[in-house]
């Protein structure tokens, strides 16, 4: 029996799950297939309780799987037990290749004809934002201005793609929605703290976090490229990039998740399946489990020693500190690092085509 579920923030009761509490006389699979969470009091929001959930409604003599796109769920789960001293009563599924499975699968089936455009370089690095969560928003504060950087911020989310009144809207409530104290500080590694109040920094901001050249209540649009039936789709945006994405040597990947779990997804398939260079802001061990799934880093430009560490604060600021030298390189130079790491580009191109066919 397959039971899907979605970890939204928010969301304390799973109405789709309430059949656990009854004794099935077969395997039971939940997937989720929308984010990873659901692990207070890993996490500093109370009211994200998926794990507690289906522990308090699982008869104890179903045979349950949990599944969602954290490449750190195990982990998650074994802490998770371990800190609210829970018996471990279920088995764990990775699935952490599941975005990548499907961004292939859409390109091979819907747009197999599609050719990489040619464009001549202009920028070092290009990072694309959609929705505004807390640590993207300090991202493009610490980057936007500097030369050879550039960005996209729309505050667009996909399920409005189309609709351009209520794209409006949601922005225009978004911004209405901060308030004008925008002091904060971090908290933990993993949060930062507002009037008082604890937010996750892969939570959606709480308040204007603009800062240096960037003001996160104004959009910047970069210049849309993408197959003319492609258009209003979600495939606009989640497979294909704006003229300035393919006019850059790196991609900096802004990941949904960074404090506790870990997931490569469209965002991180994007570069590896059009053979781009890249860099990707995501949760603890990400590079660690990036090489798990058969691709190689890009250690030649890149220093992953920053990986590992619990706290996404020391992680964050080791990846800027490489984007603001990377921005110092020439263009050139920058030329002469993609020519030396061809080879792995085109390795990890052929890696994500071959998970996808497993």
């Known amino acids: 029996m397959i039971l899907k579920a979605e970890s939204t923030i928010g969301k304390a009761h799973y109405p789709e799950l309430e059949i ?3 004794k099935i006389d077969e395997p039971i699979f939940i997937q989720d297939d929308y984010e990873a969470q659901g692990y207070y009091p890993l996490e500093a929001r109370e009211d994200d309780r998926m794990f507690e959930f289906i522990h ?3 008869h104890p003599d179903n045979d349950i799987t949990i599944s969602n796109l954290d490449m750190n769920l195990q982990a998650n789960y074994d802490r998770w037990c371990d800190i609210t001293k829970q018996k471990r009563r279920f088995k764990i599924l990775d699935r952490s290749n599941f975005m990548m499975d499907r961004y292939v ?3 091979q089936s819907l747009w197999a004809e599609y050719r990489a455009p040619g464009h001549e370089k202009g920028y070092k690095i290009c990072t694309l934002v959609n929705n505004p969560r807390i640590y993207r928003l300090l991202t493009l504060g610490r980057l936007s201005g500097k030369l050879g950087f550039i960005h996209s911020y729309k505050a667009t989310p996909t399920h409005l793609l189309g609709d351009d009144d209520a794209i409006k809207d949601n922005f225009k409530q978004l911004r209405n929605d ?8 971090w908290h933990g590694g993993n949060n930062i703290k507002w009037n008082d ?4 920094c892969d939570y959606p901001a709480p308040c204007d976090l603009s800062y240096g050249e960037f003001k996160a209540r104004e959009k910047v649009l970069l210049t849309e490229e993408c197959p003319e039936k492609a258009k209003g789709t979600s495939c606009e945006h989640d497979i294909f990039s704006p003229k300035e994405w393919w006019m850059s040597y790196i991609d900096l990947v802004q990941e949904n998740k960074v404090c506790l779990a870990s997931v490569a997804g469209d965002k991180t398939s994007k570069p590896l399946y059009w053979g781009k260079m890249f860099l990707t ?6 590079y660690k489990s ?28 080791h990846i800027m500190n490489q984007c603001e030298g990377i921005l110092e390189m020439s263009m050139e130079e920058l030329e002469d690092k993609q020519k030396f790491l061809q080879p792995k580009i085109d390795y990890n191109a052929r890696r994500i085509r071959e998970l996808a066919n497993l």
Do not use: H, M
């Not at 901060?178 to 500080?185: L, S, T």
């Not at 802001?281 to 990400?286: D, R, S």
């Open 20 to 22: 656990i509490s009854e």
């Open 56 to 58: 308090n409604a699982a």
């Open 105 to 107: 699968k859409t390109c």
């Open 178 to 185: 901060w308030g004008r104290d925008k002091y904060w500080v």
């Open 197 to 200: 109040v604890i937010y996750p």
């Open 281 to 286: 802001i995501g949760g603890p061990g990400w």
């Open 290 to 317: 990036f090489q798990r799934l058969g691709f190689k880093l890009y250690d030649e430009l890149f220093d992953y020693s920053f990986d590992d560490n619990p706290s996404f604060e020391y992680r964050w600021k």
